[in-house]
């Protein structure tokens, strides 16, 4: 299992609540954003299918509504 940090969303970003992709080895390009935290009364819990063409810029898999 590789883990790399990486900023997918926005508010975890601005909060300074740090963002990590779990990824197998085998697929590289396929894996599971997590981002715990609270801060300044604001607290996240993410945990998101992404993907990424590089390895360097990863998104969701799905669209997101509200």
Not at 12 to 25: A, D, F, R, S, T
Not at 37 to 47: D, E, L, Q, S, T
């Amino acid at each position: 299992m590789v883990k790399l940090k990486t900023a997918v969303f926005e508010l975890p970003q601005k909060l300074g609540i740090l963002q990590h992709v779990e990824y197998e080895p085998q697929q590289p390009y396929e894996g599971v954003l997590t981002a715990e935290g609270c801060r300044k009364g604001v607290c996240i819990r993410y945990c998101v299918q992404v993907r990424s063409k590089d390895g360097r810029r990863w998104e969701a898999k799905e669209e997101w509504r509200r």
